[in-house]
């Protein structure tokens, strides 16, 4: 059983930066898409970012592009969202996610493994 649990949110300023980290224990093997997803009060779900396991490939929503970098550490088992100039409408609770496959994308339904969560609070 996959197990992920983040770290690193909090309270910034708009134009800060902060770098959220995820532990994860359990994968079985190395075919593991990994994601950033965030949920803003009174809003859906929004796919942040995401990368393979056994790669490099990443892909990240519109909105956060040239903001965000997502990275892993694989022998470590560590997935990382650095997010740079931070806006209010970063403002939501993020959650890491892992889900076996052989490709990645933003799709939830991919992603069967979910953390509890980290806040991040934007002011501005």
């Known amino acids: 059983q996959v197990q992920l649990v983040e770290s690193g949110g909090g309270s910034v300023q708009a134009g800060g930066s902060l770098t959220l980290s995820c532990a994860g224990s359990?994968?079985?093997?190395?075919?593991?898409?990994l994601a950033w997803f965030r949920r803003a009060p009174g809003k859906e779900r929004e796919a942040v970012a995401t990368i393979y396991t056994s790669g490099d490939t990443t892909i990240y929503a519109d909105s956060v592009k040239g903001r965000f970098t997502i990275s892993r550490d694989y022998p470590n088992n560590m997935l990382y969202l650095q997010m740079n100039s931070l806006k209010p409408e970063d403002t939501a609770m993020y959650y890491c996610a892992a889900g076996g496959s052989d490709y990645c994308n933003l799709h939830s339904s991919l992603f069967g493994y979910w953390g509890q969560g980290t806040q991040v609070t934007v002011s501005s």
């Open positions: 359990g994968y079985t093997n190395s075919n593991y898409c």
